[in-house]
C-alpha cells in the first residue's frame, strides 16, 4: 500500500489567479509559505518554504474567490513530481501538491484559541469543496485534551 497525503497550513504569498484551460477547466497555481517547526540557531528566526501547489475546478474557483495574499489556507492534497530535459539536455525535476481539499485558515487579527469552522458560500462552494467531511465540524478546541498522547 502507498499513501502520498500533504496537509499544509500556511499564507498565500500573492493574490490567487484563475485560469482556464483550452478544455475548461479552472486552474490556479499558487504558492503557500509555511513556517518551519523549529528556529534557526544562527538567526533566531524561523525559517519558512515556499511550497507550490495547483488547484482546479471548484477548488481552484473556490480559491480565487475567497483568498487573497496573505491569506491562511490548510490545503489537502497530494505530492506531484515532474520530470523533463531542459534545452541543453539537462534532467529537471519540480515538485509540486496537487489540492483535493482547501480550507480557511486563522485569519491575521484571529485569536489564536479561536476555532475555525468552516464556511459556504451561496453558489455552495465549501472550503472542503470535494468532500462533505468538514461541513459539519463546528469547535474543534481542546479536542486534543481527550488524545492519549
Not at 497530494?78 to 481539499?101: A, C, F, L, P, Y
Request: proline content about 2%; charged content about 30%.
Amino acid at each position: 500500500m502507498n499513501i502520498n497525503k500533504v496537509i499544509l497550513m500556511g499564507r498565500l504569498t500573492a493574490d490567487p489567479e484563475l485560469k482556464t484551460s483550452s478544455n475548461n477547466v479552472s486552474i490556479v497555481q499558487f504558492t503557500v509559505a509555511v513556517n518551519r517547526r523549529y528556529v534557526s540557531k544562527d538567526s533566531n528566526e524561523r525559517q519558512v518554504d515556499f511550497i507550490d501547489c495547483t488547484a482546479f475546478n471548484r477548488n481552484a474557483e473556490f480559491l480565487s474567490k475567497y483568498f487573497r495574499k496573505g491569506s491562511s489556507v490548510i490545503v489537502f492534497g497530494n505530492i506531484q513530481v515532474d520530470t523533463w530535459k531542459d534545452k541543453e539536455g539537462h534532467n529537471r525535476r519540480s515538485t509540486r501538491v496537487i489540492v483535493d481539499e482547501l480550507q480557511f485558515g486563522e485569519s491575521k487579527n484571529r485569536d489564536s484559541s479561536a476555532s475555525a469552522a468552516p464556511a459556504t458560500d451561496r453558489e455552495g462552494f465549501s472550503n472542503a469543496s470535494n468532500s462533505d467531511f468538514f461541513s459539519d465540524i463546528k469547535d474543534v478546541d481542546g479536542a486534543d485534551a481527550e488524545l492519549p498522547f
